[in-house]
């Protein structure tokens, strides 16, 4: 059977059917890799509700930035005037189910009714924690955004949602949002699924957003394999302002290394890319591994103190926080 989501020329990370990351570690897992960590590993237990912030009401406007955190890696971006949402999520489970899956432990900070008109949407891949198509379908209905994704999640939304208009391209390809405003789809360390049979039939990435407040990167997520990426797009896009990582869903490490970051390796990538701010997201709302829900903060509180990179800011957002220069 070939690829349901994308049909497309052979490139350097598509091989005609699944994409790949080429002369590195695979982040395919095997069954037996699966029950090894779900038989032997210890999860740690998660509060039923972790606090948080909600009931914001986002100013419909704003001509500087701002960033506020919705909750896991969902993030409004307000810059330039657009309102920009990464990975939107507004379902209480992160899963292809209504009552089995990674429930939310905490609300997201601002109630759907109460989002500020939305021009654009980015979604970095299709896995159930980022990319939900009940929360797009809503979004277009109301506020019929752009939508942008890497190539194949077009498909893999429309099949739920027909009327749907997403734009998709691949790593490096550039969009523009308005006419100070550009996004631009950048390479990350890490997979894609919906179900047991679409491995890596469509990509996944980040997103640069090129804009008058300055260089803006949103990783989605990603592991830090050989760093290579992250030093990439600082050549080609520029020193970030802000980055916004992935520090949650790391443990255990021999599983979950070449897939999702670290908060050590969250600052790496930060000093890799020049950032001058680090936002830490993904964690804290869907317990996806095996870590305390505290743990990711801590321990990148505790990285920046031991850090020489004195000209980085580190900051992990709870659902509720919000950032500006």
Not at 1 to 30: E, I, Q, V, W
Not at 99 to 118: M, W
Not at 185 to 200: F, K, N, T
Not at 238 to 261: C, D, K, T
């Amino acid at each position: 059977m070939g690829n349901r989501y994308y049909n497309g020329p052979p490139s350097d990370h598509f091989d005609g059917k699944r994409f790949f990351h080429a002369g590195l570690p695979s982040t395919d897992k095997s069954i037996l890799e699966l029950l090894r960590w779900k038989l032997f590993e210890k999860q740690s237990p998660w509060p039923a509700s972790i606090p948080s912030r909600s009931g914001l009401k986002p100013d419909p406007r704003v001509d500087g930035l701002r960033v506020t955190a919705i909750g896991h890696s969902s993030m409004l971006i307000q810059v330039a005037a657009l309102n920009i949402l990464v990975d939107p999520v507004w379902s209480d489970r992160a899963s292809p189910f209504r009552s089995i899956g990674p429930l939310r432990r905490n609300p997201p900070s601002v109630a759907f009714e109460d989002l500020p008109p939305i021009h654009a949407v980015l979604v970095t891949h299709n896995h159930y924690d980022h990319l939900d198509t009940g929360t797009l379908a809503r979004l277009w209905k109301g506020h019929k955004p752009t939508i942008i994704s890497p190539l194949g999640n077009d498909a893999v939304i429309r099949k739920e949602s027909p009327e749907l208009q997403v734009q998709t391209g691949d790593w490096w390809q550039t969009f523009q949002l308005s006419d100070q405003v550009r996004a631009t789809i950048v390479p990350a360390y890490h997979w894609s699924a919906r179900s047991l049979g679409d491995r890596r039939f469509a990509l996944w990435s980040g997103f640069i957003l090129e804009t008058p407040a300055g260089i803006i990167y949103s990783a989605g997520d990603t592991g830090y394999q050989d760093g290579k990426v992250f030093r990439e797009i600082r050549k080609r896009c520029g020193a970030p302002r802000v980055a916004i990582l992935p520090i949650g869903a790391y443990e255990p490490r021999w599983f979950m290394n070449s897939q999702h970051a670290d908060p050590s390796q969250a600052v790496q990538i930060a000093i890799d890319c020049g950032a001058q701010h680090l936002l830490g997201v993904h964690w804290a709302t869907f317990q996806l591994t095996d870590e305390p829900w505290d743990e990711p903060a801590g321990l990148l509180e505790k990285t920046m103190r031991e850090c020489s990179a004195v000209d980085l800011t580190a900051k992990a957002l709870l659902p509720g926080d919000t950032w500006e220069p």
